[in-house]
């Protein structure tokens, strides 16, 4: 995969809605089909990239389908676009599909629940730069917290797309296992052999769950379960880079992890992106100087929101 941070000339697009199916407790799966100039410029999306999505227009459900505790906040207006990754991406012809991962927290996420089949959404993008993986690296560790885990689908989906001998392994963590943002887990075989999770074993890929309460796979923080699968491996640390996407002290987690055993690590970090381009200023990253002891902030809808781990200054 190359080293290039971004995709096509970004722009603003309608995208037409395949599909939004409920997948879990409050988990939704949005499939969107891009044409003509949107569909050349979503073909190069790249993993850990973003899109800005109009919701303004969107309809609320019906008052008794919104959950008690989003009653007070489902009424806010919209003004603001909402920013999301794809966790899937495919090219067909003149045609591109993306698919992205929501859980409905509120008020736009909520909206969204009411898009069906041949409604249009507005999306800006490809916006940001994603995921790079350097020549060289034979093993990508995707490390997952929560909704973490739609961007680094799609690298999976990428990595394994580009046939090139890497050595692909999903580790994803959430507080219980009815947080885990999938399908569904695969049988009890499947999981013994480390294709616990469907969306990375139609890649081929090893997955292996953590759940803080023990509730399915490694009982513990996924950020414990990297550790111990770093320190059972035997492959050379050159060879390895972690990839890494969900809440902000689970990255810095990783992001010790990998200092403390140099292994190259890459963050996507989350914050409010108002205008997504870099003007609104409301989204800054604190970050090292090589060199120095002094720090800068970079925009993370500009400069990221995938970072170089050794960059960025966790609190």
């Not at 089909?33 to 990239?49: E, H, K, R, W, Y």
């Not at 991406?89 to 008020?107: I, K, R, S």
């Not at 999981?191 to 890929?205: D, H, M, R």
């Amino acid at each position: 995969m190359s080293e290039g941070y971004s995709s096509s000339a970004k722009g603003n697009f309608e995208a037409m809605v395949c599909s939004n199916r409920q997948i879990g407790p409050g988990f939704y799966r949005l499939r969107l089909q891009f044409t003509q100039d949107g569909a050349m410029a979503f073909a190069n999306f790249v993993p850990g990239q973003f899109a800005q999505f109009d919701l303004s227009k969107t309809a609320l459900p019906s008052p008794d389908a919104v959950p008690h505790e989003l009653h007070d906040a489902s009424g806010r207006k919209i003004l603001l676009r909402r920013p999301f990754s794809f966790a899937e991406v495919t090219p067909e012809g003149d045609v591109t599909f993306a698919e992205l991962l929501y859980c409905a927290v509120g008020p736009a996420t909520l909206r969204m629940t009411t898009l069906s089949a041949g409604d249009q959404i507005g999306v800006i993008g490809p916006l940001g730069r994603g995921y790079r993986i350097p020549d060289g690296k034979k093993t990508v560790l995707l490390v997952g917290g929560g909704m973490g885990t739609p961007p680094l689908q799609h690298l999976a989906q990428s990595l394994t797309a580009c046939d090139d001998g890497i050595n692909v392994v999903s580790l994803a963590g959430a507080k219980t296992a009815e947080a885990l943002p999938f399908e569904g887990l695969l049988d009890e075989l499947s999981q013994n052999l480390g294709f616990s999770v469907p969306e990375f074993a139609k890649y081929g890929i090893e997955s292996l769950i953590a759940t803080d309460d023990g509730s399915a796979g490694y009982h513990g923080l996924v950020t414990d379960c990297l550790t111990e699968w770093l320190e059972e491996s035997d492959l050379p640390i050159d060879d390895i880079i972690i990839c890494a996407c969900g809440p902000e002290p689970m990255l810095a987690s990783v992001a010790q992890i990998a200092a403390e055993k140099n292994i190259d690590c890459q963050v996507s970090m989350e914050r409010r992106m108002a205008c997504g381009i870099g003007l609104c200023q409301s989204c800054a990253v604190e970050c090292k100087v090589a060199g120095s002891n002094e720090t800068i902030y970079k925009m993370c809808c500009q400069d990221g929101p995938v970072f170089d781990a050794k960059e960025v200054v966790f609190p």
